[in-house]
């Protein structure tokens, strides 16, 4: 199993991003992938997950204040997480983490149940 992190990067505050999460390894029909981040200084903490089944069906749990949304694309393999509205305290390192299952519970994984770990993507937001 890999997981692959791209699209981090220098952004100012109220910018943009999108995050790539590139999945291999393992059939893309039951699944969880979540986003993770770790800013310097404290601990990795859950921001969003996405769950796939092989009856079609997605759960998904986005960040509380919305300006992250999760999706993604099970032809490409790929889970993205949209950053609106950064903010200089949403400056981390960004890692998706995989559980090759589906998920039945309300809120995310946490994180020592997630099996395979992405090497991270930084984002630093500042002018």
């Known amino acids: 199993v890999q997981l692959v992190e791209s699209g981090g990067g220098l952004v100012q505050p109220g910018g943009s991003l999108r995050l790539s999460c590139a999945a291999s390894g393992f059939l893309f029909d039951e699944y969880t992938i979540g986003w993770f981040r770790q800013a310097p200084g404290k601990e990795r903490e859950g921001v969003s997950c996405?769950?796939?089944?092989?009856?079609?069906?997605?759960f998904y749990k986005n960040s509380g204040d919305g300006r992250f949304t999760i999706s993604s694309d099970n032809v490409k393999s790929t889970v993205y997480l949209h950053m609106n509205s950064l903010k200089p305290e949403d400056t981390a390192d960004y890692y998706c983490?995989?559980?090759?299952?589906?998920?039945?519970?309300?809120?995310?994984?946490?994180?020592?149940?997630?099996?395979?770990w992405g090497q991270g993507t930084q984002v630093t937001v500042a002018s």
């Open positions: 996405i769950s796939g089944s092989s009856d079609g069906s997605t």
């Open positions: 983490a995989a559980l090759i299952a589906g998920w039945y519970r309300p809120d995310c994984p946490e994180l020592s149940e997630y099996e395979h």
